[in-house]
């Protein structure tokens, strides 16, 4: 029996267990147990208290290097369920890059109550990164690199390297960088080179003048188009004046650009104000999606306006055939949105195709909150715009928070079928929401209005 119960444990059940229990080292060697690729879906199916008191357990070093596994914005989403003086531990551990960008997802007064609990030597860095466009090279550059006066001897920095290598090592010491006494960037040394080269010679006779440098307001694309034309892993970014002031990881290139591409693909789908996860709390996810949605009110309703210029012409058509189109756009746009987070949560691995009566259970209160807000809102329209038909507003309103339920719970489970049956769900997804919304919407206007008109006879 409880070999049997051990077996059918999941991950998740036993790490709760083990937070339960409070015994840190048990949870930090139970944590570095599980594979790296099921790890973020293991943490996200943890209740917020669990999530919390696992990090506050953990010793900050591991909980940043376990962090590492994780996209920012779901760093972001744990960092900000944690007391300040907690995370501030945490983040403090952090890269300086990878600091700045967990500290802009959050919202501004969380992360100013982190910064004030950070190490004072840690913050003029952040503070300073924070400046920077998100999408420029101050943005994701590091500011962990070695720097060394023209005169500095090969032997000199060997000898710094060995002293002090606990504090050097996460940083990329596969470059290193010469300046002058302002801290201009003069030149760069190869660690190959500083291998190689006799002890006594002096770094301004080995290195490489001149170096290839991005400014700090170049753009992504900019510096992409940068490592394209040099064979570089690492280019150093400077100031207008031309100190060095950090470094850019052609992989952490690489890894924003991608994040930018999943942002504009969730924008379009209607996901604004960042990512969603379904960890987040209700009415916050409410609120992202609202943001979207609300704004699209103006513009179906414009399209119903227009087909009414037309109405005399549909001779057979009632004036409810007017706002056959609105049920049926702003019920496909609020299953867009929910392709859109179930997508993402797939490529994240924090969301697996037998997962569909979780999503379930996650997406039905939501789409029941916005269904009704959105319904109300056209429903009103609907009575103000043909006041000789009592009944359309109630027919369209009802119709909207029907379909908008039905358009969100069909939009999250989608994905997950077409992933279980092999097929794409970016390419498949949308295309087939929209099939069924449409019929669905239809069926549900002209029934309800049949069912209205049976009662008042």
Known sequence: M?????????PWDELAKIIDSNHAAHLEAFLQLLPPEETPYTIA????????????????????????????????????????????????????????????????????????????????????LLEYGPDTAGGIMFTEYLAYA??????????????KKEEYEDYEIRYMYVVDEEHHLAGVVRLRQLILAQPSR???????????????????????????????TLIPVVDESDHLIGVIDHADLQENIGERAEDNLGKLFGIIRGEELRSMGLWERCVRRLAFLAPNIPLFIASAFVIAQYEHVIKQVTALAIFLPLVAGMSGAAGNQSIAVSIRELSLGLLK???????????????????????????????????????????????IALTSIFGVVLGAVIPLLLKKWNIDPAMAAAPILMTFIDIAGFFIVLNLALALMEVSG
């Open 45 to 128: 199916r943890l209740s917020e208290e669990h999530r919390t008191h696992l990090f506050e357990l953990v010793s900050p070093e591991f909980a940043a290097d376990f962090l590492d596994h994780f996209e920012d914005d779901q760093v972001a989403d744990v960092i900000e369920e944690l007391p300040a003086e907690t995370a501030a531990a945490i983040v403090d551990e952090l890269d300086s890059d990878d600091q700045a960008d967990i500290l802009l997802e959050l919202d501004e007064a969380d992360a100013e109550a982190i910064i004030e609990k950070m190490d004072p030597e840690e913050v003029k860095d952040v503070r300073a």
């Open 202 to 232: 002096q770094l301004g006779d080995i290195m490489r003048t001149d170096p290839i440098r991005v400014s700090v307001d170049k753009s992504l694309d900019e510096i992409e188009d940068v490592f394209d034309r040099h064979n570089f």
């Open 150 to 163: 023209a005169d500095t001897t090969v032997e000199t920095v060997i000898n710094d390297l060995r002293m």
């Open 2 to 10: 409880p070999e049997e119960a051990q077996i059918s444990a999941t």
């Open 353 to 399: 195709p037998n997962d569909v009566m979780r999503v379930l259970g996650k997406e039905i209160m939501l789409g029941v909150v916005n269904g009704i807000v959105i319904g109300a809102i056209i429903g009103i329209v609907a009575m103000l715009m043909r006041a000789d038909y009592p009944m359309l507003g109630p027919v369209v309103g009802g119709a």
